[in-house]
């Protein structure tokens, strides 16, 4: 049945002119790839945000400077964890590519966590070092004096633009759009004086190979928390490879392009697309705040990219303003689309009013994260595409056994990108990678005869919000420490705004609980996208013989 199931694959990348296979030996490291493209492409821009550009030579010049930094004055040794904690800003690259260089491993932190979230992660991943954005460090400054990290650089909005513009940004920021809120962090350095520190002493550079531990990506887990998905320099270097051979059937140039990214760096999807920018010698443009869709229309009008990284939702609302229908897209070739599944009438929507086909494609963070894509000279939609070179494909029923092509079961997947597992976790990570290197991804999908693929359902009962992983697990876990419910779970139902929305079944031991009295509570322990849109009180909520709640039957009834 594999044999199928690979042979309709390998016919259809034959068709569409991409290789089965990829040299993923080329590069020792994600860094020698970086430091290949910041030399090639020193005079073109690189990245940009709140109106400022840095050139491929600004970003190798800052991020070896922040390298510098982390080896002579923040005292690091190979391998420790730096946290990232911020909007999509130009800073990200310099402090992101800095570290990897300096041979620190990135640890990327989502702004919205809250103080049990982010507390976890850091104490988690061991984390000696953490760049915050100062409009998001309230949090951090709570957290902190319980966590292992022992020095916080402060970034501000507009740190790396030059003078005045940097210190009226910054002021107008804080104190006129109050953007900022108080909080106090003692010992705390700024980015702009760290980056002069390592200026005066160059870092040395690190030998690093493919095995190198590069990120701790923290993804949701069935058992209630975060799990760190260790992601090799290998990993990253074989997804950006595999991406390569995808772009090849776009026509996309590459040099001097450029990619709008709105979508939040520190997500898998966005990450590995701005690290690909990077490869290719791209433009990336970041826009700070998706959800504000005035700005994403202004910067869509402004960068006439040639890229798009976007996803479901946020076609729909780009397509509903008036203000975007009205722009001229004549520059735009490629529109990505992951995270989320996408819907036939948002795909078709924006080809109308773009006149440009989205292309899905489909990963996880436990696979660095692309798995498959539509390409360009084959776009299906409704379906995730075809595998990225050098990725093998099985589809499993209940025993493990593999199955033949239109036969719906459980996705693995085996490939160099595939993470070494999760840190700290090893009975976790045996759960998911088997002892052949097969990673079973949690989801129902099917092989179609012409070899592309197609996602019909989830085995796991996870919940994915705007493209955002949510556990129920860990939903059920905060709420029940509430000292009038009894027992409570925790579904996904269709939602237009975000593809699925929570909603949470409760029983109740005091009968004046209400929907906002538990959402308030959820609020203070969980990030926003986590809170339920819709609570219903039950009775009892439906268990087997054992005393598992059955979800599955809350989601039939609902």
């Known amino acids: 049945m594999t044999e199928t199931v690979q042979s309709a694959i390998a016919a259809q990348l034959d068709a569409l002119g991409i290789p089965s296979h990829i040299d993923t030996e080329s590069y020792p490291s994600i860094v020698a790839l970086f430091e290949e493209a910041l030399a090639t492409y020193r005079d073109q821009a690189a990245c940009s945000s709140v109106g400022h550009t840095l050139s491929y030579a600004d970003l190798d010049r800052l991020s070896a400077h922040f390298a510098g930094w982390l080896q002579h004055g923040a005292g690091l040794a190979r391998g420790d964890r730096v946290a990232i904690q911020m909007p999509n800003l130009i800073q990200y690259l310099v402090v992101c590519l ?12 989502n702004p919205l966590y809250t103080e049990r979230e982010l507390e976890h992660q850091l104490n988690d991943a061991g984390v000696k070092v953490m760049v915050v954005q100062a409009n998001v460090a309230q949090t951090a400054a709570s957290v902190l004096p319980r966590t292992s990290v022992a020095t916080v650089v402060v970034t501000e909005i507009a740190d790396l633009h030059p003078q005045p513009k940097r210190t009226l940004i910054n002021f107008l920021v804080k104190y006129v759009k109050k953007m900022v809120p108080a909080f106090s962090i003692p010992g705390a350095l700024k980015l702009n004086n760290v980056l002069s520190e390592g200026a005066k002493t160059p870092y040395r550079a690190v030998i690093l190979n493919q095995d190198d531990l590069a990120m701790l990506q923290y993804t949701g ?43 939040p760096v520190y997500h898998i999807y966005a990450f590995t697309a701005s690290m690909y920018a990077v490869r290719i010698g791209a433009h990336t443009a970041f826009v700070p705040n998706p959800r504000d869709l005035p700005s994403v229309v202004k910067a869509f009008d402004e960068h006439r990219p040639a890229l798009f990284c976007g996803l479901n939702t946020l076609f729909v609302a780009l397509c509903n303003d008036e203000r975007f229908r009205a722009l001229d897209f004549s520059d735009l070739q490629v529109t990505l689309s992951g995270g989320m599944a996408l819907t036939h009438d948002a795909a078709n929507r924006w080809t109308e009013v773009t006149g440009c086909r ?41 025993s493990g056994a593999a199955m033949g092509l239109d036969a719906p079961g459980e996705l693995c997947v085996r490939g160099p990108q595939v993470m070494a597992g999760y840190w700290q976790r090893p009975e976790a990570t045996t759960e998911v990678i088997d002892s052949e290197g097969w990673f079973a991804t949690g989801d129902i999908a099917l092989v179609q005869p012409d070899g592309y693929m197609r996602i019909v359902d989830r085995k796991k009962d996870m919940i994915v919000v705007s493209g955002f992983n949510v556990y129920p697990n860990e939903l059920e876990d905060v709420l ?55 609570v219903v009180f039950k009775d009892e909520l439906p268990k087997t013989a054992v005393g598992k709640i059955l979800r599955r039957e809350l989601r039939d009834v609902d």
Do not use: W
């Not at 390409?375 to 299906?380: A, D, F, L, R, S």
């Open 221 to 263: 887990g069935t058992t209630g928390v975060a799990k760190g998905a260790m992601l090799t320099h290998g990993n990253l270097i074989a997804n950006v490879l595999q991406s390569d051979a995808f772009f090849e059937t776009h026509d996309i140039t590459g040099k001097g392009s450029t990619i709008l990214q709105p979508l």
């Open 358 to 398: 989205v292309s899905e494609g489909y990963g996880l963070t436990e696979t660095s994260p692309t798995v498959s894509a539509n390409p360009g000279n084959g776009v299906q939609i409704g379906t995730i595409g075809v595998p990225v070179p050098g990725t093998e494909i099985q589809i499993r029923d209940e």
């Open 480 to 534: 029940v420490a509430h000292p009038d419910v009894v027992e409570c779970a925790a579904i996904g139902v269709q939602s237009e705004g975000t593809g699925e929305a929570i909603r949470m079944f409760v029983v109740r031991s005091n009968p004046d609980l209400l929907e906002d009295d538990v959402c308030n509570f959820m609020r203070d322990g969980l990030t926003g996208y986590k809170v339920p849109k819709s």
């Open 98 to 109: 800095g570290a990897l260089r300096a041979g620190m491993v990135v640890v990327n932190t």
